[in-house]
């Protein structure tokens, strides 16, 4: 069944960059699928169009029966985003915050804005919060400082941060690209482990082959704001992917 | 190189054509008809020297201000009030300048046409009128006391404060910001929750700088009935009790001697702390 449905989107920044020049994709309740493609390629524009934080510039984006690029009223965008988890590259983590707040920071999409100016959260958030960061291997951190971790710690943070979403997708944008090789792995590990419990489905942007033939199910191909693979991850043998990382290098 | 100099030396020396250096000489010509204008005016038609009289009435009339010490205990409790308005004044101020900070940074201001002039609207006028000026009106307003006082120092510190703080809004790191925008936060609790924690040590630092100035500012405030030590003074300067007058400048510059050595710690110690120990941070 279809979870997730982009048809034909098309995204061009002010600048006049065309980040995507239309874009297809559907993926399922159950899959991890990769974005393959090297910088510039639009991986990060097109998993920022599913929550619409860039706004694409046309096209059409439906998930769990919702017409998400047809929703008007902020609110409703907010209640949309709130089950959609997100992952980032540069962990984004608010530094002077601990990291239990960082990953309450996952719930505040349903907290009364009161509750977040005491920081009075609720009980069962605040034990969920604690849970995760056990399930990320950070229980004995939570009350340090976030720029007191190392990289691959603040992107365990990350990730708590997005499963306290409870997401219904978890939509991942470069997640080892700022960590080192083996620090990396274990952070990918770990991350597809937690969704794989939760059957969570993961859209990961990557540039790295590898790491998408380790951890995805299909692979996509992004190159230059169009896509130019598709296809199982056991499927695609070593021909197609030189091939697409020739075109892509050549770009 | 070569060519450059040949030009150099084919256009004579363009620093010093005849048409450059009129124009400057006729510069410095109207700027020394301008300065003895001015100083003119001031020190001959303004000033009477003749009513001064010699270098030693000018210094024994101002040795009449050595302070009077038998009346500092008079002075101590208006002292107190004068430090009381100044804090109140810089609360009040501080309370209100952050939803104007909101509204005057352009980064998070709800909408830019009309909530940003709004913001920096208000920050202008807090900050073109004097409190002497803003005084007068509560004190017109209110009658005297220290609460005309109190608003006063308010109105006149907002600006300073949602200014500055408007200015660290606009420097925050973006990328915690959009992690809260994608778990759907609403744009009040991510400023409370994203934005507030990266300015808070800005923020305290400049309350701390502007409580220092409202005591400055306290001080002279009861000169038009507004509370504090000012009033002390002004009626000590019209009894011409010119020591006990001294006094209350000798009591003023103790307080805000104290006040800046305090707040200048305090302020130290925050911004060194700013960042913390970054242990495999990026």
Redesign the interface.
Known sequence: MTFLEIHDIKKTYPTGEEALKGVDLAMSEQEVVALLGLSGSGKSTLLRCINRLVEPSAGKIMFDGVEITAIQDRRQLRNMRQRMGMIFQEFNLVNRLTVLENVLAGCLGYTPTWRCFLRAFRRDDIERAIQTCDRVGLVDHIRKRADQLSGGQRQRVGIARALMQRPKILLVDEPTSSLDPKIGREVMDLMSRLAAEEHIPMLVSVHDLGLAQAYTSRIIGLQGGVKVLDSKTSDVDADILENVYHIASAA | MAEIAQNYSSHGNPLRERRVLTKRYCRYALAATLLSAMAYHIFVVETDWARMGGIGDILSTTAEFLPNLAFFPVIVAPLFETLLIAFWGTALASVIAMPVAYLAARNVTPYFPITYPLGRTIIVLSRSVHELIFALIFVSALGLGPLPGIIALGCRSIGFLAKTTSEAIENV?R??I?????????P???F???IF??I?PIVVGNVIFQLDINLRRASILGMVGAGGIGYVFSEQMQAYNWNNAGTVVLGIAIMVIVGEFISNRVRTRLISGV????????
């Open positions: 790191d990328r915690p959009e992690a809260m925008e994608a778990t759907g936060t609403n009040v609790s991510v409370l929750f994203g924690p990266q808070y960042g913390g120990d970054r242990i495999g941070a990026e």
